[in-house]
């Protein structure tokens, strides 16, 4: 059973660098799939932010793309996040998951399973 | 601002039907495959559907998935008090502007 844990400071103040790591387990980060980072604001909807292939290829987020770094870490197989310069809009849970994502066929197949708990980040001073 | 249209919510009495629609555009919908998510209060996202209309191992077959076009529905017969949730659709956008993976402004489910 393939499992993701989120872990990095809940609190981060405006104009830093928020880090987030997740750990998987149960599934070898090297075997394949893509491996992406979603938030969610208080009450608002989700937002993807990037994902990153077993070999280390990135995709993101046009909105976010400046300020984002996802990197991979098969050794110990995990997959972090970088997001610089944050402000209270920042401020949401964040979550890691698994994201099988295949456009060979002219058509993009993409779903996010399974979902890490999620990791509350708020920006403030 | 979503590029994928859902209604904020819909409501039905225990053992009704209820569908949410997510309405696209013909570079995300129209021409890629959709997923749907059920995040109950206070958790993670679930995976409900993919591909439109395939569900993973273990959901019931309560839940369904259809496309037409540019839009997507999931429906859910057999309402149950457990159902009450946000539901997501989920795609790829692949326009010019913004090539991303994006949700659906999300339907919260509210069992009467």
């Known amino acids: 059973q393939v499992q993701l844990q989120e872990s990095g400071p809940g609190l981060v103040k405006p104009s830093e660098t928020l880090s987030l790591t997740c750990a998987v387990s149960?599934?070898?980060?090297?075997?394949?799939?893509?491996w992406g980072w979603i938030r969610q604001p208080p009450g608002k909807g989700l937002e993807w932010i990037g994902s990153?292939?077993?070999?280390?290829?990135?995709y993101y987020n046009p909105s976010l793309k400046s300020r984002v770094t996802i990197s991979v870490d098969t050794s110990k197989n995990q997959f972090s996040l970088k997001l610089s310069s944050v402000t209270a809009a920042d401020t949401a849970v964040y979550y890691c998951?698994?994201?099988?994502?295949?456009?060979?066929?002219?058509?993009?197949?993409?779903?996010?399973?399974?979902w890490g708990q999620g990791t509350l980040v708020t920006v403030s001073s | 601002q979503s590029v994928l249209t859902q209604p904020p919510s819909v409501s039905a009495a225990p053992g009704q039907k209820v569908t949410i629609s997510c309405s696209g555009s013909?570079?995300?919908?129209?021409?890629?495959?959709v997923s749907w998510y059920q995040q109950l209060p206070g958790t993670a996202p679930k995976l409900l559907i993919y591909?439109?209309?395939k569900r993973p191992s273990g959901i019931p077959d309560r839940f369904s998935g259809s496309k037409s076009g540019t839009s997507a529905t999931l429906g859910i017969t057999g309402l149950q008090t457990g159902d009450e949730a946000d539901y997501y659709c989920?795609?790829?956008?692949?326009?010019?502007?913004?090539?991303?993976?994006?949700f659906g402004t999300g339907t919260k489910v509210t069992v009467l």
């Open positions: 990153i292939y077993h070999s280390g290829s990135t």
């Open positions: 591909d439109n209309n």
């Open positions: 998951a698994r994201h099988e994502r295949d456009c060979s066929g002219g058509s993009c197949h993409h779903w996010f399973d399974p």
């Open positions: 989920g795609t790829w956008d692949s326009s010019l502007s913004a090539r991303a993976d994006v």
């Open positions: 149960g599934y070898s980060i090297s075997s394949g799939y893509y």
């Open positions: 013909s570079s995300n919908i129209g021409n890629n495959y």
